[in-house]
């Protein structure tokens, strides 16, 4: 293994074959039916509006909409509460969940705009970073810290 590689596994994703993450950049990989153009998030194998198995791995926007949220009170040690959980919207028509950061229990909003980030969620064993990705709000919605 050339330095090269070793440097590009300093982190591994929390799981595989959501997001691309490469030197400090990220996007979502959705799915899409080659014949019927349907996405999905996290892509699959089979397409479940045409049985199609065409399904072509493409990034995803990263901005979308918030879908509804929830917020977590109480949760195991390795989390930090509160926290929001979103699901948000996207143009492709996937909905996805996760984290919001960057933002207080009492700010979310339906329909808020928000866009990806990818951040450090953990450590693994060996001690590199686990990458996640969660929403942050953009716009009129971002707080002045
Ligand atoms: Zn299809």
Redesign the pocket.
């Known amino acids: 293994m050339s330095d090269a590689n070793v440097a590009s596994q300093a982190y591994v994703p929390f799981r595989q074959g959501l997001f691309r993450f490469e030197e400090g950049v990220g996007e979502l990989l959705g799915g899409r039916?080659r014949?019927?153009r349907?996405w999905y998030f996290p892509s699959r194998r089979v397409?479940a509006?045409?049985l199609?198995q065409k399904i072509e791995v493409l990034p995803l926007s990263k901005q979308g909409t918030v879908y509804t949220y929830t917020t977590i009170y109480q949760s195991t040690p390795e989390f930090q509460v509160p926290y929001i959980l979103v699901y948000v919207d996207l143009p492709e028509g996937v909905r996805v969940l996760a984290q919001l950061t960057q933002c207080s229990p009492e700010a979310v909003r339906i329909g808020m705009p928000v866009e990806v980030v990818f951040e450090e969620v953990g450590r693994d064993q060996e001690g590199r970073a686990i990458i996640g990705y969660r929403f942050r709000p953009v716009g009129p919605w971002v707080r002045e810290s």
């Open positions: 039916c014949h019927c349907t397409c509006k045409c199609s």
